[in-house]
C-alpha cells in the first residue's frame, strides 16, 4: 500500500478521499489554489501546497505545477478525484512517465472510454444500444449536416467531459449555428479539449448509471444503478440508489454496464451512463472513469467505501470481491447542497458561511468541506457539499431526507434545500416517476 499520495483536487472530494487515506495509515498532500488556502482538506491535510492562483488553468489544471508538489513532497500516486484532471489521459501518462501512480483506469482505457465518441464505438462492440448520435463534429458544417440526417432536436456534447459541462441543446439550425462555438469554448474552459458529438435529443428520459469496478486483470463487478433523473440544466441535484426500475429492467442495464467495462479490461471506480425512456429502451451516453460525485449513494447501500477500493486496486493488491460478495441492502438518496438560488434561476451565491449546522442521526452522512466562517469563493462549482441519508425503504429514506433537509442550515447564502424540501413532499417523486425535466414538468418554481 501506498505510503503517500497527493489529492490533485479540491473541496468535499478532496476531504473525502482525505479521510480514508488517513483512516488506511496513508499520509495525503493536498494541492489548493490561493482562494482555497482555509479549505477544510488543506487544513487537515499532513501536507499542502499551493499550485496557483484562481484561475483552474492555472491551478487545479496546471499538470507541471501538480507533478511539481507530487515529486517534492515525495508522493507515490495521485489521486484526481472528479473533474478537472480526473479523465485526462495525458495527464495519466505524465503520471507514469514520472514514476507516480495514477489512481484510477489506465491511460488506454481512459482513452478508449474516456472521450464520449470512443465510448460509442466501444459500447456498439460490446452490443449496447446507444442514442442516435456521431463520432467527434470538426465543423458546423459538420454539425449542420449530421443534425439534417439525426432530425431536431439534438445536442452537443463535449467529448472530453461530464457533468453537464459544454452541452448545448438546439432545436433549430440557428441555434445550432450559435451554440457549436459556444460548446466548444466551454469544453475547452472546462475538459482542456474543445471536441464535441452530437447526440439525438430525446425529451423525456430517466438518467440511469452504473457503478463498476474493475482491477484490469478481467474482473469487472456491478455496484447496484443509481436513478439521477433530477436535474437542472443537465447537471444533477438528487440521486438515489437504487433506481424504481423494474427487475427485468435493472438486471439487462447492469449487465450491459459489466458487458462494456469489460471490453477495455477497465480498472477501478467507473460508472456508465444510460438512458432510459418511458418504454423502457435503454441506450448507453457516456462512461465516466473515475468516481462520482454520486458514488455515496451505492456506497451506503453496499456499504462498501470506493475509495478503499480505489487506493488498493491502484497499489496491486488488487479487487478481493466477487459479485456474490456484494449485496445491496435499503435505500439511499443524496442532495447537492450547492450555493445557488433556486428562485432566481439557479444564480450562484457565492460568499461567506456566517454559520453552518449539519443534521445527524441514524443513517445520516454529510460530506462537505464546508465550515462556520468558510468563504465560498466564486471561481469554481457551487457544491458546497451532500447530504446523504440510508434507511430499510425508500419511503422511510424520503422521511429521513426531509427531516435531515429541515435540520440543515446555512445563513450566508443561498442554498438548494428549500427547494428540496419541496421535492421530497412531490407526490410524483414520492411514487418515483421522475423524468429529467421534472423541474419543469411537475414542479412551479
Known amino acids: 500500500m501506498f505510503k503517500k499520495i497527493l489529492i490533485a483536487n479540491r473541496g468535499e472530494i478532496a476531504l473525502r478521499v482525505l479521510r480514508t487515506a488517513r483512516e488506511m495509515g496513508i499520509q495525503t498532500v493536498v494541492v489548493y489554489s490561493q482562494p482555497d488556502v482555509n479549505s477544510l482538506a488543506v487544513l487537515l491535510a499532513d501536507e499542502s501546497v499551493c499550485v496557483g492562483p484562481a484561475e483552474s488553468s492555472k491551478s487545479y489544471l496546471n499538470i507541471p505545477n501538480i507533478l511539481s508538489a507530487a515529486l517534492m513532497t515525495g508522493a507515490e500516486a495521485i489521486h484526481p478525484g472528479y473533474g478537472f484532471l480526473a479523465e485526462n489521459p495525458d495527464f495519466a501518462q505524465m503520471c507514469f512517465e514520472h514514476n507516480l501512480v495514477f489512481i484510477g483506469p489506465t491511460v488506454e482505457s481512459m482513452r478508449a472510454l474516456g472521450s464520449k465518441a470512443g465510448g460509442r464505438k466501444i459500447a456498439a462492440r460490446a452490443g449496447v444500444p446507444v442514442v442516435p448520435g456521431t463520432g467527434l463534429l470538426e465543423t458546423v458544417e459538420d454539425a449542420l449536416l449530421s443534425a439534417k440526417q439525426i432530425g431536431y432536436p439534438v445536442l452537443l456534447k463535449a467529448s472530453a467531459g461530464g457533468g453537464g459541462r459544454g452541452q448545448k441543446l438546439c432545436r433549430t439550425q440557428e441555434e445550432l449555428r450559435s451554440g457549436f462555438g459556444q460548446a466548444q469554448q466551454e469544453a475547452m474552459l472546462y475538459f482542456g479539449d474543445p471536441s464535441l458529438i452530437m447526440e439525438k435529443f430525446l425529451e423525456e428520459f430517466r438518467h440511469v448509471e452504473v457503478q463498476v469496478m474493475g482491477d484490469g486483470a478481467g474482473k469487472v463487478l456491478h455496484i447496484g444503478e443509481r436513478d439521477c433523473s433530477i436535474q437542472r440544466r443537465n447537471q444533477k441535484l438528487i440521486e438515489e440508489a ?6 427485468s429492467l435493472r438486471t439487462e442495464i447492469l449487465s450491459a454496464g459489466v458487458r462494456l467495462a469489460k471490453e477495455v479490461n477497465y480498472a477501478g471506480a467507473g460508472t456508465l451512463e444510460f438512458i432510459v425512456d418511458r418504454d423502457g429502451n435503454f441506450y448507453f451516453m457516456e462512461m465516466n472513469t473515475r468516481i462520482q460525485v454520486e458514488h455515496c449513494v451505492s456506497e451506503q447501500i453496499s456499504r462498501l467505501d ?18 456474490s460478495d456484494i449485496r445491496l441492502e435499503g435505500h439511499a438518496l443524496e442532495c447537492r447542497l450547492n450555493a445557488e438560488d433556486p428562485d432566481k434561476d439557479f444564480r450562484p451565491s457565492a460568499g461567506k458561511l456566517e454559520s453552518v449546522q449539519f443534521p445527524g442521526g441514524f443513517g445520516v452522512r454529510v460530506d462537505s468541506h464546508a465550515y462556520s466562517g468558510y468563504s465560498i469563493p466564486p471561481h469554481y462549482d457551487s457544491l458546497i457539499g451532500k447530504l446523504i441519508v440510508w434507511a430499510p425503504t425508500r419511503e422511510q429514506a424520503l422521511k429521513k431526507m426531509k427531516r435531515a433537509l429541515e435540520e440543515t442550515s446555512l445563513e450566508g447564502i443561498k442554498t438548494t434545500i428549500p427547494l428540496y424540501i419541496k421535492i421530497m413532499d412531490n407526490p410524483f417523486f414520492k411514487r418515483g416517476s421522475v423524468m429529467t425535466n421534472f423541474l419543469k414538468t411537475r414542479m412551479e418554481l
Open 242 to 247: 437504487p433506481s424504481t426500475l423494474p427487475e
Open 306 to 323: 470506493f475509495v478503499k477500493l480505489q487506493l488498493e486496486i491502484a497499489s496491486g493488491e488488487g479487487l478481493s470481491l466477487e459479485q
